[in-house]
């Protein structure tokens, strides 16, 4: 069982830069692929970006390549995902996610745990 808490989420103007941390529970956390979606009012959650177990592989949403990098840190059990650049399209609940087979996923269903989530409103 992994608990994940996500946090760093906030208000922020356009062209402004924000970092989220995803702390994990439980002494397998680096054993896990991690990864990050998002959901907009009214749409389907979405992914975002991914990073493999142990950091070699990373895929990210075209819509975020060159702003938002993912990055790991095992030994703090945290995963983050540094958001810059933002933009108003950018606003959602932003979710981190585990992946039992250590990959780096961008479907949804091939995630085993998630967490509540943090708000992200970026201000035109």
């Known amino acids: 069982q992994v608990q994940l808490v996500e946090s760093g989420g906030g208000l922020v103007q356009a062209g402004g830069s924000l970092r989220l941390s995803c702390a994990a529970s439980?002494?397998?956390?680096?054993?896990?692929?991690m990864g990050w979606f998002r959901q907009a009012p009214g749409k389907e959650r979405e992914f975002v970006a991914a990073?493999?177990?142990?950091?070699?592989?990373?895929n990210y949403a075209d819509s975020v390549k060159g702003r938002f990098t993912i990055s790991r840190d095992n030994a703090k059990n945290t995963v983050y995902l540094q958001m810059n650049s933002l933009k108003p399209e950018d606003t959602a609940v932003y979710y981190c996610?585990?992946?039992?087979?250590?990959?780096?996923?961008?479907?949804?269903?091939?995630?085993?745990?998630w967490g509540q989530g943090t708000q992200v409103t970026v201000s035109s």
């Open positions: 990073i493999s177990w142990i950091g070699t592989n990373t």
């Open positions: 439980g002494r397998t956390f680096s054993s896990y692929g």
């Open positions: 996610a585990a992946d039992y087979l250590g990959l780096a996923p961008v479907e949804r269903y091939e995630y085993d745990y």
